[in-house]
């Protein structure tokens, strides 16, 4: 019987393998429950061309005095951040890597609003 963090990281591989075989820039999710992680790495998988998390301070002002980084608001914050600085290192087209999660919720919320913010994928 696999826990539930093995059948999640399963799930995960096969992606990560079709992602790898493209050869482009991947824009990885990682959940907590208190916060949410984002990066772009790069296609050869050598290189981490932009991150962001609820766990930075800026976000975190952004966010308001309860500063929650487990909800759906703090999602987009992150999602728009790290699409800003993807473009600033000069990456267009991503694909992007839910890492096992499901696409519902906070991992549909960043993902939409990097979307919005000018990343394809």
Same mark, same amino acid.
């Given at each position: 019987?696999?826990?539930?963090?093995?059948?999640?990281?399963?799930?995960?591989?096969?992606?990560?393998?079709?992602?790898?075989?493209?050869?482009?820039?991947?824009?990885?999710?990682?959940?907590?429950?208190?916060?949410?992680?984002?990066?772009?790495?790069?296609?050869?998988?050598?290189?981490?061309?932009?991150?962001?998390?609820?766990?930075?301070?800026?976000?975190?002002?952004?966010?308001?005095?309860?500063?929650?980084?487990?909800?759906?608001? &703090?999602?987009?914050?992150?999602? @728009?951040?790290? /699409? $800003?600085? *993807?473009?600033? #290192? =000069?990456?267009?087209?991503?694909?992007?890597?839910?890492?096992?999660? &499901?696409?519902?919720?906070?991992? @549909?919320?960043? /993902? $939409?609003? *990097?979307?919005? #913010? =000018?990343?394809?994928?």
């Amino acid at each position: 019987m696999l826990s539930k963090k093995e059948q999640r990281l399963r799930r995960a591989r096969q992606t990560r393998i079709r992602i790898a075989n493209q050869g482009v820039a991947r824009l990885t999710v990682n959940r907590t429950n208190l916060h949410i992680y984002a990066s772009v790495i790069s296609g050869d998988g050598s290189k981490v061309l932009a991150t962001a998390s609820t766990s930075e301070a800026e976000v975190r002002q952004a966010l308001g005095a309860s500063g929650k980084g487990g909800n759906v608001a &703090a999602a987009q914050v992150v999602g @728009k951040r790290v /699409a $800003e600085k *993807a473009k600033a #290192a =000069g990456i267009e087209k991503v694909a992007f890597d839910r890492a096992g999660f &499901a696409y519902h919720g906070r991992v @549909k919320a960043l /993902a $939409e609003a *990097a979307r919005e #913010a =000018g990343l394809q994928f």
